[in-house]
């Protein structure tokens, strides 16, 4: 997979940030993980990839930095529900942005909101992931994206 | 029109047969109502003519009382004739048939009386009639009072000798009439009785007859629609029928939900099944290419080629978030109906395993033609050696990634994580190129630019090292196919011939003298490459016994000393033969287990040595120090600036030198267990490293063999 392609995912997440009051976000140093030990924080917003790449790309982020981001964006309510959906609209944005880059041929799912790590049934276990660390203010959060041609 | 009726002919007999049943019934029931009717008249009548008897005596009796009395006898001979003409009308009447008044002074008509005790009772009646009608007659036709008295007088006498039997006889004829009518009305219930049981009984048969002839027939189309559900329910393909207006029809094959991820299809719009499946533009020609088979001007075998969805990918959006990816083929055949295209029938099929089977063959046959290249660039290589290269591999791309993972946003700190790559890097491609790896060690050169391109990065960021990453992928998943055709040919040449020296060693076995036959090779290519001339001679390294934690470090050092002697120190034979050595350069490199139990690695070479002047040189290019401080640095003190990160002599960068990573490589890995490290060298004459490790070094540094894990 080039480089080009994992940029436009980690581009969705700036972008996200972008549209926030604190737009100041940073990304940590790229590595790889094995999928039979994925990476992830307290919530994790998961989009499907289908096309010419197939996989997943997951958005996971720590309870304290999304609640922080909802207060951010102006919203009061911090309930689980509230967390889920920003999670949600993160992974959303992420799809979105890979969808205007990639065009047609990529075929990008609906994001699923869980808790904690995706399944194995979102990760071929034999194959490796790119973590991209991310970090707004004090926290950290990751990109992890999983591709296969 | 009859043909038309078919299996309903012998219902539309049945009801018409009731119809005329009941038709019957009721005309019937009309003309028994009219005759009940007129015999009602007739008693009726037959019953006044006992009454008129009556008052004819009691007019012939009131005229007499009446003589004298001009009124009264006027009044009597009135009512007289008034009885006498009714009573004879109406008894002509019942004899022949004809008209007479009846109670309301209207014309009524009368019907012969046929019946035998009605007959036998006129006949008699106009038998005493006759007389009495005559003397009555004379009553009303006298004229003067004796005229009148005598007509009376005999009057009085027949009817004194008649009424009571003209009475009796208009009895009789009245209770005869009424008998008549009793019977007609009890043959018209009969009728009715009959009707209605008639109807009863067609009815019972349409009821049972038909009925079992309806559930027979309704249960042939439930058995024949079963059939057609356990059809549309076990067929492998998805049917379904399409309309004019491409809507699909209510009934489809249980398969159809099962190939769109359960997706009810009834009712839907053809693109509302497959839009958001398949790329607009398929979609947009299969629609054209359905409406086109909607036109029987168009020959739709001429147009079959064009089927846009012969062979589809779809992927179906799942629960998880992921898409089950199928390929569809989709068949789309024309239904008519007395000469009318109806419909279009379209018939799906899960094609993935063919597909998929396809695409396996043609990813094995690409992977067969890439692993033959592979082979050809690794079947050189010793299979224990090249066991060993690729553990080390491994084991550096796992040292890289834990690089790669420290997180940090100092540039110090980022500048030294490049740094740390590259020297790992860069030791790869060290043993690579060693090993004659080719393909390993053109993409390290690639990294290695990559690295050096963003070491030049006045300003680095953490998304900068994302190309780094993706050439640590790009690694390791080469790496990983060169170890499975490694150890399909190590387990074919150990079930082949387990003696054969060509096998691959266990991690604990010592390796044999044909291991270190790359440092020989490396030597000599080297050499090439520099357009120089030298002999490896190698003492000692098959006999030490070491483990294989010392052999990889060995290995390291040794290569990075021999390429350090033919690219530093040996010079080119013009030149040696000017200076009366060899042309061809000598490096002897020696391994030894001294008495204390150390480890010694020693390389010799005739060289001309390090060159101090050359390195004061490059410091001084370098500016870290200033002119002064570096003209009066000793000999000891330019030795130590080559184990400096990225302190090079080498005046082109190249495969084998220039990148200015080596001898800090060597010296961190010597610190890393325990090691010395002693330089010796006389110019123009010879150059010696020499390290020494402690006996006990390699037992205590236990590397993390774990093969293949990055993380």
């Given at each position: 997979m080039s480089e080009e392609t994992l940029q436009v995912f980690i581009d969705g997440v700036i972008n996200y940030f972008h549209h926030t009051s604190e737009k100041e976000v940073k990304v940590g140093s790229p590595y790889l993980i094995e999928n039979n030990s994925p990476a992830a924080f307290d919530y994790t917003g998961i989009i499907g990839i289908s096309g010419p790449y197939r996989g997943s790309v997951y958005f996971t982020a720590p309870k304290a930095l999304l609640t922080h981001l909802l207060l951010a964006i102006g919203e009061k309510d911090t309930s689980m529900e509230y967390i889920m959906d920003l999670v949600g609209e993160v992974a959303n944005t992420i799809a979105g942005n890979a969808r205007s880059k990639f065009g047609q041929d990529f075929l990008i799912s609906v994001p699923v909101v869980v808790e904690g790590a995706p399944s194995n049934i979102h990760l071929p276990k034999d194959l490796r992931s790119y973590v991209i660390p991310v970090y707004w203010r004090a926290y950290s959060s990751a990109v992890v994206i999983c591709l296969e041609a | 029109m009859w043909s038309a009726l078919g299996k309903y002919k012998a219902i539309v007999v049945s009801i018409a047969l009731f119809l005329i049943l009941d038709a019957s019934v009721l005309s019937l029931n009309f003309f028994i109502s009219f005759k009940i009717a007129d015999d009602a008249v007739g008693v009726n009548l037959a019953g006044r003519q006992r009454m008129l008897t009556q008052r004819t005596v009691k007019s012939l009796y009131d005229l007499r009382l009446a003589e004298g009395d001009t009124v009264k006898q006027e009044t009597a001979l009135n009512e007289l004739k008034t009885t006498y003409n009714l009573f004879n009308t109406t008894l002509t009447a019942f004899d022949k048939g004809g008209e007479t008044k009846n109670a309301n002074g209207e014309t009524v008509v009368l019907k012969r009386v046929n019946s035998d005790a009605g007959r036998v009772a006129i006949d008699e009646a106009k038998i005493i009639w006759q007389p009495y009608s005559d003397a009555i007659a004379k009553v009303i036709a006298a004229s003067g009072t004796a005229a009148m008295a005598q007509s009376l007088n005999s009057a009085i006498v027949i009817a004194g000798d008649k009424n009571l039997l003209l009475l009796k006889l208009m009895n009789d004829l009245t209770v005869n009439l009424e008998q008549v009518a009793t019977h007609q009305a009890t043959v018209l219930r009969y009728i009715q009785t009959g009707g209605i049981t008639l109807a009863i009984i067609n009815f019972l048969i349409i009821l049972f007859h038909f009925i079992g002839e309806l559930r027979q027939n309704d249960k042939f189309l439930e058995d024949a629609r079963k059939e057609t559900t356990d059809i549309l329910d076990t067929v492998n393909e998805g049917l379904f029928l399409l309309d004019k207006d491409l809507v699909i029809g209510e009934q489809q094959s249980s398969q159809l939900a099962e190939i769109f991820g359960g997706k009810d299809a009834r009712g839907l719009k053809f693109s509302d099944l497959i839009g958001d499946l398949v790329k607009p533009k398929d979609l947009e020609t299969a629609q054209r290419f359905v409406n086109l088979l909607f036109r029987p001007d168009v020959k739709g075998n001429l147009i079959s080629?064009?089927?846009?969805?012969?062979q589809v990918e779809i992927n179906i959006p799942d629960e998880d978030g992921g898409y089950i990816t199928r390929h569809l083929s989709f068949e789309f055949s024309r239904v008519s109906k007395d000469g009318e295209l109806k419909n279009v029938l379209v018939t799906v099929n899960d094609i993935t395993e063919q597909v998929m089977l396809a695409r396996e063959l043609e990813e094995t046959k690409e992977k067969g033609e890439q692993q033959l290249e592979m082979l050809t660039s690794i079947l050189h290589a010793n299979p224990g050696v090249l066991k060993r290269f690729i553990q080390n591999a491994f084991d550096a791309y796992g040292r890289i990634n834990k690089i790669l993972k420290e997180q940090s946003k100092s540039p110090a700190v980022m500048q030294r994580k490049l740094n740390d790559i590259f020297i790992e890097v860069h030791n790869f491609k060290g043993e690579a190129s060693a090993l004659e790896l080719d393909n390993f060690a053109e993409y390290a050169h690639v990294f290695e630019d990559d690295i050096q391109a963003l070491k030049q990065q006045s300003k680095l960021a953490g998304n900068d090292f994302l190309k780094l990453a993706v050439h640590l992928e790009s690694l390791i998943r080469y790496t990983e196919s060169i170890k499975e055709l490694a150890d399909k040919l190590a387990s074919f040449a150990f079930n082949q011939d387990p003696s054969s020296s060509v096998r691959s060693p266990t991690n604990h076995e010592n390796v044999t003298s044909s291991d270190w036959k790359h440092l020989t090779k490396l030597c000599e290519n080297v050499s090439q490459r520099d357009k120089k001339q030298a002999q490896l001679v190698l003492t000692g390294f098959d006999e030490a016994k070491i483990n294989d934690d010392a052999q990889k470090l060995v290995n390291e050092l040794s290569i990075q000393f021999i390429r350090n002697a033919v690219v530093h120190s040996i010079e080119h034979p013009e030149f040696r033969k000017a200076r009366g050595k060899h042309e061809t350069g000598r490096i002897d490199a020696r391994l030894s287990r001294l008495p204390t139990g150390e480890l010694e690695l020693s390389v010799h070479d005739d060289g001309c040595g390090i060159n101090y002047e050359k390195i004061r040189s490059k410091a001084l290019m370098i500016g870290k120090w200033d002119k002064a401080e570096v003209e009066k640095f000793t000999h000891q003190q330019l030795l130590s600036l080559i184990f400096l990160p990225g302190f090079s002599t080498a005046d082109n960068q190249n495969e084998d030198a220039g990148r200015g990573v080596g001898m800090d490589i060597i010296k961190k890995r010597i610190d890393q267990y325990q090691g010395k490290i002693k330089v010796s060298s006389s110019s123009g004459k010879h150059c010696q490293f020499t390290v020494t490790f402690p006996a006990d070094a390699f037992a205590q540094n236990e590397i993390d063999t774990q093969q293949g894990k990055v993380a």
């Open positions: - | 080629d064009l089927n846009p969805l012969n």
